[in-house]
């Protein structure tokens, strides 16, 4: 019987695209990487990746631990922190857009449905996502 070596899980690419996180910004500030805070904190840095893009809420003693690293304010970092989670579950609660198009008299509405779907397609294609 073989058993295999269990690594450490690694973040989610969409936990790294948030930039605009406050806690992201000020773990750059402090020169430090996702792999050096999983180890400290003793968890996986797939959880401390969802701590900065504020998937999950972050302990405080991380986040003052992160304000130290980076000589700033625990108060003030949470409450952007907050504000910052809380915009998103705005963002999401929002409902897609919806596109209305005015067709001349006389266009067949199938064929003119089939060019949007398959020019919305290549669009998703073309920016790396899926379609559907």
Known sequence: MSFSKRTKARP???ALKHPDSPLHRLRLQAGLTIPQLAE??????ATVARWL???RT???GFIRALARAAAGDVSE???AQQEYVEQRKRRRRQPPPVIEI?????VDVEAAQRICTDALASLVTARG????
């Open 12 to 14: 989610r690419p969409s």
């Open 40 to 45: 400290k904190f003793s968890v996986s840095t």
């Open 53 to 55: 893009s504020g998937d």
């Open 58 to 60: 972050a302990p405080e």
């Open 77 to 79: 970092i949470a409450a």
């Open 102 to 106: 005015a067709l001349p008299a006389g």
């Open 129 to 132: 996502g899926a379609a559907g």
